[in-house]
Structure formats: structure tokens, C-alpha cells
């Protein structure tokens, strides 16, 4: 039996199918199977997996028409043998110590599922996503009793393992909606409300790819696909009676709401309120079942809730006035740094890396890091070389320079760059950050 059998659900992706593959075959885990499901590629993908599998033997391919993806992930479950699963998606690729490093995790701790952090990946640049909680590291525990608001973070189910048992006593896999989207986020609320023995790391592996995060779905039948997520859970939380309560609070606060939310501010416009009312029906419904407990809800979100339940279209109109704001707040800042020649950032931590990684998502490109001094500063940051403003070619008139620093250091660096003569300055505070993190351009 293989220590973790690895799943590619693989479709029309030949751009990148070379570099995922790689990433895989090369594992430092070397007990490994890896299973390709090509469904129904009409590019060059299947052709690539043939050439991987003449040079090694570990490569099973399933060849089949187009289904969608969760009757692939369905198909690759099917045939595994490993004690423990892995997925990777055909478009990401993953750090060569990925399985070998969670596999270890899990036979130590003997957990059912290991989950890990992510990368962002822009081009050739890689940015650290912590959605894991930092006291929740390096100890077993169970979600459903423990820390339901674990439920809310992003799904992300190709940066854990899962030991195949598990999913198989548990019934676990994907809903096999063809063409359907977000066919993981009730494999995800399936595996967590079942899981016991739950081990977060803080390690990063998997580099996924952000490709086009502003495409709004304009496909009618996408935008209430997600409606068959949900019932595909409440079908599975009825099946199960001993822990049917808590997680169907869960449910119905965490990810029905948060999810019926941000699908809301991506759908085409053409179809917000109908998507609305269909979202209202549902929540009138579970309120009269007695599924909103507000044990179970943050305070805004809870008030946001009643206010759908009370008046849909009031809601609809609130919540279109929340997106338009954030919008707004976001273009305001994107229209500024446009008009500069260039854009410098000064800082070298943890702010000045995100708001690198937000600008090259948005095809900016940076002149300079600047620091207050060399000394224990890198050289560069991402490929941006690193100076300080008096060496600095920075024209005070021209160009622009975003203060990304922790709000406690940024009083005293504005005051010193104003005394430089630098009349550019864009504070970049939390509210900003929170804008270009959830609205894309």
C-alpha cells in the first residue's frame, strides 16, 4: 500500500501541467501513487500525462469525457490505494517535501486529516497565506467540539492529506454536479464535522495559482450551483444524528452565510437579486426549522441575517451599498498610484510583502524597497532591490512611495519622509489591505 496516493484532476491546463507533474514525481516521498484524471482535455494535457507515465511506473492515468470535476475527484478516490490522500490541482504545483513532511506529521500524531497554509502564486511570485489559527498548531483536536470557527476558514482541500479509511468509513467525496463550481466546499464541511483527530501545521507546500480572481460567473446555471453544495451537506449531516445539531448551526452561521455572501459580490449583475431571493428562501426556511442560533453567529453577521429575514429587498440594497463602498474605497487608491511615474514601498516586513504581492496581481510593478537602513535588511525583496531614500533615485514629485509598515512604526516614518520633502505619501492602513484583499481589479 502506498504512504499517500496523490489526485490530479486534470482539464485543458497544458500550460502548466509540466510544472505541477514535476513538483509531484519528484516528491522527496518516494512511496507514492499518482493517479491523473484527465476529463475529456481537448488540448495537449492527456498527451503530457502519457509522456510522464512511460518514465515512471508510480503514474496511473484515468482517461474519460468531460463530467466536471467532482465526478473526477470521485473517480480518483475510487482507485486509490494509499493510506492516505493527497490532491493537487493541474494548474498549482507543490514544494518537493510537501507529502514526506505531512505524511510524517500524521503517522506521529495519528491524526485522520493534516492541513497546512498555502502560497499565492502571481507569475513568478510566491506569497505566504496563513488561514490557519496560530494556537491551534502542532495538537490534535476536533473541530465540531472544539472550534467551530475553524469551519469558516478558506476550503483549500489540496493543502492537507486525509487517511483513505477515514473517507471511506465516512462516506466522504464529492458531489458529481456536471459543470457544476465549488464542488469542494462540501467535501470540506463533510470531512471537518466528521474528523476526531484534526493536526494544523503552519508550513506552507502547495503554490496556488491566482489566475483571473476578478471573472465574475455569468453563466446562469453557475450561479446557483452553489445551492447544490449546500444541499449535498444537509443531505449528509442527516445521515448523521449524533453530531446533527452543532454542525448544522455551524452550517447554517459559518458557511451557508459567509459563502451565500461573497458569491453575492462576484455574480454577474443580471442575476444579484434573483440569486438574493433564492438566498433569502433558504434562510426563511432554516429560521422556521430553528437553525439560526445565535450561539453560533458573529454580532454583524447575525444582524445582517435579520435583516434578510425581515426585509430581503432592504438587505439587497445593503449589501450592494457595502460592495459598491469597497469598491470605490479600493479604485480610489489604484487610481492614485496610477497617475505617479513609479512606485516605491517602504518597509521590508510582513505589510511591505503583502502589498508587493497585491500590486503584482494587478500587473504594478515597483521601483524600490525602501528601508530606514541597509543593516539587517535583504538586498532584495521578490526581485526588488532594497535602499535606503538617500540613496534612493525617489523624485519627491513624481513618483509615489506606500507606507506599509505596523500602524505603531508609521507616525514616526511619515514624519521623517515629510521632513525629506516627500509629498507623495499613501498610508497603507488595515482598511486598505482588508479592500484589496477581498475586491480585485
Known sequence: MPKVSILIPIYNVEKYLRQCLD???????????????????????????????????????????????????NCGLEIS???????????????????????????????????????????????????????LYNQI???????????????????????????????I??????????????????????????????????????????????????????????????????KRKEFYNPCRYIFESMI??????YHFSRIDDQFKF?????????FQKDNAAGYLNKNFWQEDKWSDV?????DEKEYFYMLCRKIKLSRMYKNDFISKIKSFENIYIYGAGKVANYMLFELFRRHFSVKEIIVSQLENNPSFLEGIPVNVLEKSNFDREK??????????????????????????IIIVTKELRRELLYYYI
Open 306 to 310: 435579520q435583516t434578510l429575514l425581515l
Open 399 to 424: 513618483d509615489v512611495i506606500l507606507l506599509a509598515l505596523k500602524e505603531k512604526d508609521q507616525p514616526e516614518i511619515l514624519y521623517k519622509l515629510s521632513n525629506e520633502g516627500c509629498r507623495n
Open 81 to 135: 490505494q494509499g493510506e492516505y490522500i493527497g490532491i493537487i490541482e493541474s494548474d498549482d504545483f507543490a514544494d518537493l517535501n510537501m507529502f514526506e513532511v505531512l505524511y510524517n506529521h500524521a503517522k506521529n500524531s495519528n491524526a485522520e486529516i493534516v492541513r497546512s497554509n498555502h502560497f499565492e502564486q502571481i507569475d513568478e511570485h510566491s506569497k505566504f497565506i496563513e488561514v490557519l489559527r496560530e494556537d
Open 141 to 171: 483536536f476536533t473541530p465540531r467540539l472544539q472550534d467551530y470557527y475553524f469551519f469558516s476558514r478558506q476550503v483549500a482541500v489540496w493543502s492537507g492529506i486525509y487517511k483513505r479509511d477515514f473517507l471511506s468509513k465516512n462516506e
Open 173 to 238: 467525496n464529492f458531489t458529481e454536479t456536471p459543470g457544476a463550481s465549488y464542488q469542494d466546499i462540501s467535501f470540506a464541511f463533510k470531512a471537518f464535522s466528521c474528523v476526531d483527530r484534526l493536526l494544523l501545521i503552519k508550513d506552507a507546500f502547495v503554490h496556488y495559482r491566482v489566475d483571473n480572481p476578478n471573472s465574475s460567473v455569468k453563466s446562469k446555471q453557475k450561479v446557483y450551483c452553489i445551492f447544490d453544495e449546500f444541499d449535498e451537506i444537509e443531505k449528509f449531516l442527516l
Open 23 to 73: 513538483s509531484v514525481v519528484n516528491q522527496t516521498l518516494k512511496d507514492i501513487e499518482i493517479i491523473c484524471i484527465n476529463d475529456g482535455s481537448t488540448d495537449n494535457s492527456l498527451e503530457i500525462i502519457k509522456e510522464f507515465a512511460t518514465k515512471d511506473s508510480r503514474i496511473k492515468i484515468i482517461n474519460k469525457k468531460n463530467t466536471g470535476y467532482g465526478h473526477s475527484m
Open 256 to 261: 451557508k452565510f459567509q459563502r451565500c455572501e
Open 274 to 282: 434573483d440569486f438574493l431571493q433564492r438566498m433569502s428562501k433558504e
